[in-house]
C-alpha cells in the first residue's frame, strides 16, 4: 500500500538543539497531522494542519502543510530528553485526485535526545 | 472523557482461536479506525466506519471482521488467528469538519492493543 516517505528514519541530537523532519508525498493530501509515540504507548496527536501554507506552533514544536500539498515540516526547538520517541506524519489524499480519503502514515522519525 | 480506550491491553492467542478486540470512544466521533503497527512499518488500516452500522475494508482487512452498532464502539474480530497478525493494535476516531469538495478529519488514538499469536 502506499505509504509518505518520511525522514530522517532516526537521529541522534544533543540537548538544546533544534530538530527537523519532513514527509513527502507523490500524492496531493487535504491534512497534515504529526504524531508522536512513545514506548508501548499509543500515537498522540501534536499538530494539525489544514491549508497549503499553513505553519502552526504547539509549545516547542512548529508544523508547515508544504504550498505543494505534497508534504510537510516538523521543526522541535531547543529539544530536551523527553523529546525522545517516534514522530508519524500521516496525510488524508485528496479525494477527487486519489480516490481514497482514507489516512496514509509515514514509517516514522525515531528521535534520540543526548543530555 | 476518556477518550479512545481499547481492551485488552495484552493478549496472546494460539494459532485457530478467535477473539474480539474492544474499542470505544465517548467523543461522540462519527469515525472510528482500525489500524495495525508492525516493526519498521507504519500504520496500515484495517477496517474503517464512519458511522454506525456502516463499515468499510483498508489496506489489509484479511482475517478481521468488524461492526458499528453504536456510535461509541467498533470491535475488531479475529476469525482464526494466525501468527502473521501477531502486531500491536491501535483503535483511532476522528472528527471531521467540511470543506471545499470535501471534508477534513482529526484522528485521535487508543493506547493499543498488543497481540501476540503462536
Known amino acids: 500500500g502506499q505509504q509518505l516517505n518520511q525522514s530522517p528514519q532516526s537521529m541522534f541530537i544533543q540537548e538544546g538543539e533544534d530538530v527537523s523532519m519532513n514527509c513527502t508525498s507523490s500524492s496531493i493530501f487535504n491534512t497534515w497531522l504529526w504524531y508522536k509515540q512513545d514506548p508501548g504507548e499509543g500515537p498522540v496527536l501534536l499538530i494539525a494542519l489544514y491549508k497549503a501554507g499553513e505553519l502552526t506552533s504547539n509549545g516547542r514544536l512548529t508544523a508547515q502543510f508544504g504550498i505543494t500539498r505534497k508534504d510537510s515540516f516538523l521543526n522541535i526547538s531547543a529539544s530536551i530528553p523527553s523529546d525522545v520517541g517516534i514522530y508519524f506524519c500521516?496525510?488524508?489524499?485528496?479525494?477527487?485526485?486519489?480516490?481514497?480519503?482514507?489516512?496514509?502514515f509515514g514509517t516514522g522519525t525515531r528521535l534520540k535526545v543526548l543530555a | 472523557n476518556a477518550g479512545v480506550t481499547q481492551t485488552p491491553k495484552f493478549q496472546v492467542l494460539k494459532t485457530g482461536q478467535s477473539m474480539t478486540l474492544q474499542c470505544a470512544q465517548d467523543m461522540n466521533h462519527e469515525y472510528m479506525s482500525w489500524y495495525r503497527q508492525d516493526p519498521g512499518m507504519g500504520l496500515r488500516l484495517i477496517h474503517y466506519?464512519?458511522?454506525?452500522?456502516?463499515?468499510d475494508q483498508g489496506e489489509v482487512p484479511n482475517g478481521y471482521n468488524v461492526s458499528r452498532s453504536t456510535t461509541e464502539d467498533f470491535p475488531l474480530r479475529l476469525l482464526s488467528a494466525a501468527p502473521s497478525q501477531t502486531s500491536v493494535y491501535f483503535c483511532a476516531s476522528s472528527y471531521s469538519h467540511p470543506r471545499q469538495g470535501g471534508y477534513q478529519e482529526t484522528q485521535y488514538f487508543g493506547p493499543g492493543t498488543r497481540l501476540l499469536v503462536l
Open positions: 466506519s464512519v458511522g454506525a452500522g456502516i463499515t
Open positions: 500521516a496525510g488524508q489524499p485528496d479525494l477527487i485526485t486519489s480516490g481514497t480519503y482514507k489516512y496514509i
